[in-house]
């Protein structure tokens, strides 16, 4: 049973970092796309970021780039969310998602492309 596992949530202040984890379980995606991606609240699910653990690509929505980082770590079946100087706008509920395909990076901003999805983390930024 594949598990996705988030982690690394919390209240901050802004201007504040917060590094995310989310820990895969039950098959391997290491030539998958992995996803973030977060909901406010009233708002849609949107794309925060991606990344393709055998390429090691990334892909960021134009509102994080420049201050979110993701990564991956092969050992640890681990992706990262590293986010720093957090705005209020980026208070959400953060969800982790792997994609089923292998390869593939097409649509990677795209939820439907994604087979599995994580609990989500509540990130809270306050001002």
């Known amino acids: 049973q594949v598990q996705l596992v988030e982690s690394g949530g919390g209240l901050v202040q802004v201007g504040g970092s917060l590094r995310l984890s989310c820990v895969v379980s039950g098959r391997t995606f290491s030539r998958n796309t992995m996803g973030w991606f977060r909901q406010a609240p009233g708002k849609e699910r949107e794309f925060v970021a991606a990344?393709?653990?055998?390429?090691?690509?990334?892909y960021y929505a134009d509102s994080v780039k420049g201050r979110f980082t993701v990564s991956r770590d092969n050992a640890e079946n681990t992706v990262y969310l590293q986010m720093n100087s957090l705005k209020p706008e980026d208070t959400a509920v953060y969800y982790c998602a792997a994609r089923g395909t292998a390869y593939s990076e097409l649509y990677y901003y795209r939820e439907a492309v994604y087979d599995y999805w994580g609990q989500g983390t509540q990130v809270t930024v306050s001002s």
């Open positions: 990344i393709n653990w055998s390429s090691g690509n990334t």
